[in-house]
């Protein structure tokens, strides 16, 4: 069965399952011969552990933040007294049937992870009446946090704080169909030359690369989760038109929205 990275499959979250805090005591254990049940991203709060996986070693302190693949077998030793962790479960897409190598994700200074991993847990300990369209909600933003940090190559810090920067410059102007990219290099005090090449450089993508990659992944979830029009989708995430909307849709997912929409009516909502 062929495997992928993430960076180069970004496949679609399928369901999201459930968030756990766990404790586990220093010592030995190993998963079950078939592997994990699920996807699953964790984040060590505290301790530190060794894994054996996929043909690589892995090892994780506090603060990592990692994926572990649906039907990886592994095993793993707690080198700590005690290891603490929160455990999101979920499954993401394969179309092919393919697999996903398990990754860790490079230190992020700002903790973003952290705060997320904690609003999950405390999200899906309230319980409440949206807890799952809430946590998924969440979770495709770990899930971006997981594809922007991994996909960064070594910048100085003032580079780097400026990427970041124009990441949540565009994240937040997603729906602006005047977006652009000298506006987007303005906003972060670089030329727009400068601006592209060191986005380029940091995110393996085109600053216009990465504002599709997003739309698209948004108008996913609006057609799988919403019953929006279409033309009210391509309206809300900025594209200039319906026409341009589909093209990119179907050039990007490989299903018309129509399609798309008709493929997971077969799945449930929540």
């Not at 962790?85 to 897409?93: A, L, Q, R, T």
């Amino acid at each position: 069965m062929q495997k992928e990275t993430l960076m180069e499959a970004r496949p679609t979250i399928e369901k999201f399952h459930r968030v756990i805090g766990a404790v586990i005591q220093r010592g030995f254990a190993k998963s079950g011969p078939t592997g994990r049940k699920t996807d699953g991203f964790i984040y060590a709060l505290e301790g530190s552990a060794h894994y054996e996986l996929d043909g690589m070693a892995l090892d994780v302190k506090t603060g990592d933040f990692f994926y572990l693949a649906r039907n990886a077998v592994y095993s793993m030793t707690v080198k700590s007294e005690t290891y603490r962790v929160i455990i999101v479960n979920f499954d993401f897409y394969r179309p092919d049937g393919n697999d996903f190598f398990c990754a860790k994700s490079p230190v992020n200074e700002e903790k973003n992870a952290e705060k997320l991993f904690r609003k999950l847990l405390s999200v899906w300990q309230l319980q409440s009446t949206t807890v799952r369209e809430e946590c998924l909600s969440l979770l495709y933003t770990l899930y971006a946090e997981f594809l922007t940090t991994f996909g960064m190559t070594y910048l100085s810090s003032i580079s780097r704080n400026r990427m970041n920067d124009a990441v949540r410059y565009i994240n937040k102007h997603l729906g602006d169909g005047l977006l652009s990219i000298p506006e987007i290099a303005e906003s972060v005090h670089m030329s727009e030359s400068h601006f592209r090449r060191s986005f380029k450089e940091s995110f393996k993508l085109s600053p216009v690369q990465y504002i599709n990659m997003q739309r698209i992944q948004q108008a996913k979830d609006l057609i799988r989760y919403s019953r929006d029009s279409f033309s009210t989708i391509a309206e809300r995430l900025g594209f200039s038109s319906i026409y341009h909307f589909s093209h990119l849709f179907k050039k990007e997912v490989g299903y018309s929205p129509s399609e798309y929409r008709k493929r997971y009516d077969q799945y449930p909502k929540t």
